[in-house]
């Protein structure tokens, strides 16, 4: 199983051995678009690999900072406590970059950048570019993904 996300259609698909799509989300990228340097806030492309699996166990909408779960849930009330916070909840799938000066090492290095696949509030939207630069999915189609997929497993970022 590997994962390609489309920037362009917002979705992100589960693709068998051959290809096939398994099945389908749709996501929210980057607001800024596309782009793999450092500080940009941009989705960065290409071929990517999962480096860790956050979260199992974590209770679904518990927010994470810095890859650690808080202890706390998401809800409106805490969200208007911390307007400034980028929800991360759920799961996170840390993705690291596979090719050398485009998405790994240097200044456009995809897992120094913190660049996640990660749950995201149900009141933001899907299948618009909102993000600050991860690919966002709804919780409970994360949770699920999270258990299809393991650590080393493609992802296929394009335009």
Known sequence: MFLRVSLSRQLLDLLDEHGGVQRSFAISS??????????????????????????????VGG????????????????AARFPERDWILSRILWLCGCEPGRNRFGNVDSARRYIYIHGTPDSEPMGVARSHGCIRMRNSE????YEQVAVGSRVLIEE
């Open 30 to 59: 980057s607001a800024r678009g596309a782009g793999e340097l450092v500080n940009s806030q941009k989705t960065p492309r290409g071929l990517h690999r999962i480096r860790a699996k956050i979260g199992t166990g974590v209770p």
């Open 142 to 145: 994360l949770l699920w993904l």
């Open 63 to 78: 927010v994470f900072v810095g890859r650690r779960y808080t202890g706390e849930i998401y809800t409106p009330k805490l």
